[in-house]
């Protein structure tokens, strides 16, 4: 069973930093797109970030480029978003998915993490 | 960058009844790369539809996705009541990867 459980949520300060994990399980992690996307409450969702299966592709949204940064750990099955210079504006639950092989649709995702950027 | 606009905002239907939900991009998608997702409340959302028209594993055949170019449909036959929800249309085909604003699906 593919799974997919996000951690290191919480709340920071403005200008404050995050790492987000998502730990995966059930599937040859190192085969896939890997993905983030975020939904601010009460709002619809946004794509933040995807990297490809062996990692040599980065896509990053014009909103975080420059402060969150995509990575991935084929040994720990796992995928990261580093979050810098953090902005009220990135409030958010954040959803780790994943892509396909040849498709990169998203076809599973975790439950989110909540992060919450406020003073 | 390619902008998706969905149309309607809301609609709302009863159980039975067929949905049409529109999807249309600013650009043409390349490939057909679109997918729709159903998202109810507290919950991650689910892939529906990818490729335009290729159903995902598990999501039964009421549920059909057509389309090509800039111009994208979801149809779901018969609403079940486990239906209604949020819809999102989403192009991955190039970067940035963005989704539609989405169609809440609401009990009339």
């Known amino acids: 069973e593919v799974q997919l459980v996000e951690s290191g949520g919480g709340l920071v300060k403005p200008g404050g930093s995050l790492r987000l994990s998502c730990a995966t399980s059930?599937?040859?992690?190192?085969?896939?797109?890997m993905n983030w996307v975020r939904q601010a409450p009460g709002k619809g969702l946004e794509w933040v970030s995807s990297?490809?299966?062996?990692?040599?592709?980065?896509y990053e949204a014009d909103s975080v480029k420059g402060r969150f940064t995509i990575s991935r750990d084929s040994a720990k099955n796992s995928l990261y978003l580093q979050m810098n210079s953090l902005r009220a504006e990135d409030t958010a639950v954040y959803y780790c998915?994943?892509?396909?092989?040849?498709?990169?649709?998203?076809?599973?995702w975790g439950q989110g993490t909540l992060v919450t950027v406020s003073s | 960058e390619i902008v998706l606009t969905q149309s309607p905002g809301t609609l709302s239907l009863s159980p039975g009844e067929r949905a049409t939900l529109s999807c249309r991009g600013s650009?043409?998608?390349?490939?057909?790369?679109l997918a729709w997702y159903q998202q109810k409340p507290g919950q991650a959302p689910r892939l529906l539809i990818y490729?335009?028209?290729s159903r995902a594993t598990g999501i039964p055949e009421r549920f059909s996705g057509s389309g090509s170019g800039t111009d994208f449909t979801l149809t779901i036959s018969r609403l079940e009541p486990e239906d209604f929800a949020v819809y999102y249309c989403?192009?991955?085909?190039?970067?940035?990867?963005?989704f539609g604003p989405g169609t809440t699906v609401g009990i009339k």
């Open positions: 490729g335009a028209s």
């Open positions: 650009q043409s998608v390349s490939s057909s790369n």
């Open positions: 989403q192009q991955y085909g190039s970067s940035p990867f963005s």
């Open positions: 990297i490809s299966a062996g990692g040599s592709f980065i």
């Open positions: 059930g599937f040859t992690f190192s085969s896939y797109s």
């Open positions: 998915a994943r892509g396909g092989t040849s498709d990169w649709s998203f076809g599973y």
